[in-house]
């Protein structure tokens, strides 16, 4: 606003601008930044802003859980001020990838000790960048799979303890997949069906080929089938064939790995009689 003389009168000059989309579009920014921050905020996963020499900027709850203590506790610690040593240095192995290529990096599995506990983790690095397309920072996004993790151990030791045992088995057994293929046989049911050694193992075989012809197997996977899905096993004596094409009279029990699956492998007994 301004004073104009003209003369003996006297003006005044005033601009008006229009500032209501730019008063929107802020609070539509505020509106925004503020419901990322109660999303980062409230997470399940551990979300941090790292500088570029790994050195906290902010924290969420989630971190908070995990480190015990306050989120804004951990501004300005270094990353081996929260993490195990080994994990820290990871960490800043990978904020020094990221900073060389400018790509975000995932860590499917990621192990680190925290407070004397053990820890798995799938952990994100996202590089965040400046208006001139710079990286002013780091997030690390770090998801707790723990529990999924000890899930998957206890059944691989599970497994190698069933394997354990079939193996030691004199029965000849073994795993088959929904296609009727071997996944696995112990050396008894190698020595039943391959006296000879021909084969250096019978995994990858198909079961099929130890049955007289293709219509003796579908008649009998159609009733082992059936049979199972009502008992959830199958048991009876059959007649199959050695690789040498010696016909041998066997008890074949049958029974499904996961009754859960509408297509599930099996686990095959097999008794020469």
């Known amino acids: 606003m301004s004073y104009i003389r003209y003369g003996d009168k006297e003006f005044i000059s005033a601009f008006i601008r229009d500032l209501s989309d730019r008063i929107a579009k802020e609070k539509s920014l505020h509106e925004n930044e503020y419901k990322y921050r109660m999303i980062v905020e409230n997470a399940d996963a551990v979300i941090m802003f790292l500088s570029l020499d790994g050195v906290s900027l902010s924290a969420n709850r989630a971190a908070g859980r995990l480190f015990g203590g306050k989120p804004q506790e951990f501004v300005g610690k270094s990353l081996h001020d929260l993490w195990s040593p ?31 506990r053990r820890y798995w983790f799938k952990v994100n ?6 208006t001139d397309g710079n990286i002013s920072c780091i997030q690390v996004l770090a998801d707790d799979i723990t529990s999924l993790k000890s899930a998957q151990e206890n059944i691989i030791q599970f497994e190698q303890m069933y394997r354990a045992i079939l193996a030691s088995s004199p029965h000849g057994q073994c795993m088959i997949n929904p296609g009727w293929n071997i996944v696995w046989a112990n050396d008894a049911m190698k020595g039943i069906f391959d006296p000879k050694g021909t084969l250096l193992s019978l995994e990858k075989e ?19 089938r059936a049979a199972i899905l009502k008992k959830g096993c199958d048991r009876r004596d059959v007649t199959l064939v050695t690789l040498d094409g010696d016909a041998i009279k066997c008890n074949l029990s049958l029974v499904r790995m996961d009754p859960s699956q509408t297509a599930p492998g099996y686990v095959a007994t097999i008794t020469v009689q």
């Open 86 to 116: 080994e994990a820290a240095d990871a960490l800043i192995g990978y904020i020094r990838q990221l900073r060389n290529t400018g790509n975000a990096i995932s860590i499917n599995e990621f192990p680190a000790i925290i407070n004397g």
């Open 125 to 130: 690095l996202q590089p965040i960048k400046d």
């Open 206 to 224: 198909s079961f099929k080929q130890f049955f007289e012809g293709e219509e003796e197997f579908e008649t009998y996977r159609k009733s082992s």
